[in-house]
């Protein structure tokens, strides 16, 4: 990458434009499926990481694993029922163990008692009754031999096995070799699944891996984990203003861990409808996930919401499927809306305390109005302050969210939600003075992995920058010179010496000057770092500070300020 370039998005919007993958974005609700070894313990799909399980101990749990009452059509089933219109299964975790027959390793499903290849038999399944299949592969492995553990590192066993024999690139051959497999293998498949954010595209080889499966299947979807793809996949959490992008918020049943966990608490069925309504209301995806037993079958206690969620879905869903999110002026924040051609779909997350309310974004009157599912029909007539409606039930129709269906004879007047401008402050540089930019007159720029913003924290040392996860992420300020100045810039930075020796610019129109991340206690202890000179010029201009490489891929360093002090050189 040159260094005067800004690197390209990790999804560009124009994904949301390709007709090979309207299917995804029409698609609005699937079933994710955590499940592997780690399902017999119990304790979620982290287990060995997070109690340091040996691997030797860990991979004797391929001497038990028995799914033996798996039924794919039984999965498929109740993704149809919870009104899902894809599968997301995982194919390998970041424990190394394949659930389907990879010619790459042994330590696979079809070596376990099991003898079958799972993978195999869902896609099939899939395939045969018109389900949509994505299959998530984990690049991080801690069983192959050939991974490189960091003590420390995040994803990273603390305890690597004595055997291993780190070598990246044969690891990187190994990781294209099975996703080839699996795009290649089983016909079909509409989407690949990759997890492995926190190291960089160049270290996934994310752009090629792209491409591969994009040879093969060219109507599959592939997220953003390895810094290429198609979609943005926020885990718990909603981005801001994701709706120009193709995204999927992924979400678990259990409120703790995806795989199975034994007497974890589970989320109730009004919440979740709630998140799939926001997801659907912010232009995106909701993907739920469930963690089947060790006997291969689902939970009841979790098949029951998802069927719920399908129940509702059966008399609400003309509101979620293939509608785009729409940031409708409602006057509430309990009042989101989605719309298809000119039917907007009102939700209402909490059931209005009066029979009558006034939406003040619509200012135009609907043909026709009603509470979906129900026969209700209700009085719609515009008002001063928009659009009102009466005749409000004193129950509301759902124990979730109940929704209002508004018919248009032809395109409505709507007033969407306005968005206050980013105003910074623009920062004068001294003819002879040092300056200082800090983290609250930036503006942020860029999206990380999982869609995410950078963000300005408030401790009680003061503020700084801090959410870095990508290259494409970067902090601006606007400055004004009298004159050209040539000035030395330092950086405030912290962090840790193990995820030290990120490379970083700073420029101004063609200036640059470039430093590197110096090691420092924690996140939270700072030190100035000097990068070089730089030559301002006159009149008003950009200072933007944006990593150029990251080692460790989701670490770079927190920012607290950037500082421009002058030298005795004379700038002419």
């Known amino acids: 990458m040159s260094e005067t370039k800004l690197p390209p998005p990790i999804v560009s919007s124009e994904r949301k434009r390709d007709p090979r993958l309207r299917w995804f974005d029409e698609a609005r609700f699937g079933m994710f499926v955590h499940f592997g070894l780690y399902t017999q313990l119990g304790r979620g799909e982290w287990v060995q990481y997070e109690e340091r399980i040996p691997r030797h101990q860990y991979e004797r749990l391929t001497e038990t694993f028995n799914p033996h009452r798996f039924s794919a059509d039984t999965w498929v089933d109740l993704a149809e029922q919870a009104g899902a219109q894809y599968i997301t299964v995982t194919a390998k975790h ?5 659930l389907f027959d990879s010619a790459l390793t042994d330590y696979k499903i079809t070596n376990t008692r099991f003898g079958r290849d799972l993978i195999g038999e869902l896609i099939a399944a ?5 389900m949509r299949l994505v299959i998530y592969y984990s690049q991080p492995d801690w069983y192959h031999p050939n991974f490189a553990h960091r003590r420390g590192a995040f994803k990273d066993l603390q305890n690597p096995p004595p055997d291993q024999r780190p070598d990246w690139p044969k690891f990187q051959d190994y990781v294209e070799g099975q996703v080839r497999e699996l795009v290649t293998n089983y016909g079909r498949v ?5 997890d492995g954010s926190h190291k960089s595209e160049a270290a996934w080889r994310g752009r090629r891996l792209y491409e591969l499966i994009k040879e093969h299947q060219p109507h599959a979807v592939v997220n953003d984990r390895a810094r290429c793809g198609d979609f943005y996949t926020p885990e718990r959490s909603l981005p801001d203003d994701l709706g120009s992008y193709l995204f999927e918020a992924c979400q678990s049943v259990q409120t703790i861990h995806w795989g199975w966990m034994k007497d974890s608490p589970l989320f109730n069925t009004p919440h979740l409808v709630e998140s799939l309504g926001r997801m659907a209301a912010a232009g995106g995806n909701y993907l739920l996930n469930v963690g089947p037993l060790p006997d291969g079958t689902i939970p009841e206690e979790q098949a029951a919401r998802m069927r719920e969620i399908g129940a509702w879905l059966r008399r609400n869903g003309e509101a979620i499927y293939a509608t785009e999110g729409y940031p409708l002026e409602t006057g509430s924040p309990q009042v989101l809306a989605t ?12 059931w209005p305390e009066h029979s009558r309310i006034v939406v003040p974004g619509i200012l135009s009157a609907p043909e026709s109005a009603s509470l979906l599912g129900t026969d209700v029909v209700l009085g719609a007539e515009r008002a001063d302050e928009g659009l009102a409606l009466s005749g409000l039930p004193a129950s509301p129709p759902e124990a979730s969210v109940s929704v209002v269906a508004l018919r248009f004879a032809g395109e409505p007047r709507l007033r969407l939600k306005a968005t206050a401008p980013e105003e910074k402050p623009i920062v004068e540089v001294p003819e002879t003075g040092s300056v200082r930019f800090g983290a609250e007159d930036a503006r942020l720029r860029g999206r990380g992995v999982k869609g995410h ?4 924290a408030e401790t009680p040392a ?13 902090v601006e300020w606007t400055i004004r010179a009298s004159g050209p100045r040539r000035r030395v810039v330092r950086a405030e930075l912290a962090c840790p010496g193990l995820y030290a020796g990120s490379r970083y610019v700073v420029e101004c129109g063609q200036a640059r000057t470039i430093g590197e991340v110096r090691g420092t206690e924690s996140f939270q202890h700072w030190e100035w770092q000097e990068l070089g000179t730089i030559e301002l010029p006159a009149g008003k201009s950009v200072v933007r500070l944006r990593p150029l490489h990251m080692p460790y891929g989701y670490i770079f360093a927190n920012v607290r300020a950037v500082e421009l002090s002058p030298t005795s050189a004379v700038c002419r």
Do not use: K, M, N, P
């Open 453 to 456: 913003c950078l963000r300005v």
């Open 94 to 98: 970041h424990d190394g163990f394949c």
């Open 190 to 194: 509409d989407g690949i699944w990759l």
């Open 126 to 130: 899939c395939q045969r009754r018109g």
């Open 339 to 350: 719309r298809r051609g000119s039917d907007i779909f009102l939700y209402l997350l909490r």
């Open 462 to 474: 003061g503020a700084h920058i801090e959410g870095w996860t990508a290259l494409q992420q970067r």
